[in-house]
């Protein structure tokens, strides 16, 4: 997990970067996280990253994959996680993960009805 959050790290990936972190109370509301290490199979790490992130409850909005890199969008609650990733064509050891975590907007309350 990136920072003890909801937010699966890639297996066996390092950690190589983390910007603008936003936590609070626990949560991991904003950020962006680098990883490097191996993608040897683009639709194996795919399903494993879906399903890890599904394990945590996450929905995924987005899955775009082609032979060599993927996008992928989950949401929960008022946050979205894009995960966007590179598999190393010449060394796959050399792969690339970028995980952001965004705020997303707060659905706004129903209005209220006065009563007469």
């Known amino acids: 997990m990136i920072l003890e959050s909801d937010i699966p790290a890639p297996p066996e990936m390092e950690s190589r970067h983390s910007s603008n972190?936003?936590?609070?109370?626990?949560?991991?509301?904003?950020?962006?996280?680098?990883?490097?290490?191996?993608?040897?199979?683009?639709?194996?790490f795919t399903n494993e990253m879906v399903s890890l992130f599904k394990a945590q409850e996450w929905t995924v909005v987005k899955r775009v994959v082609n032979p060599t890199a993927g996008d992928l969008v989950f949401h929960k609650g008022n946050r979205d996680v894009e995960v966007n990733f590179r598999a190393g064509q010449l060394n796959p050891s050399m792969s690339e993960v970028t995980i952001i975590v965004r705020q997303t907007a707060t659905p706004a309350p129903p209005p209220t009805v006065p009563s007469a």
């Open 21 to 44: 972190i936003d936590q609070r109370s626990g949560t991991l509301d904003g950020g962006k996280f680098t990883f490097r290490g191996p993608i040897d199979d683009v639709v194996h």
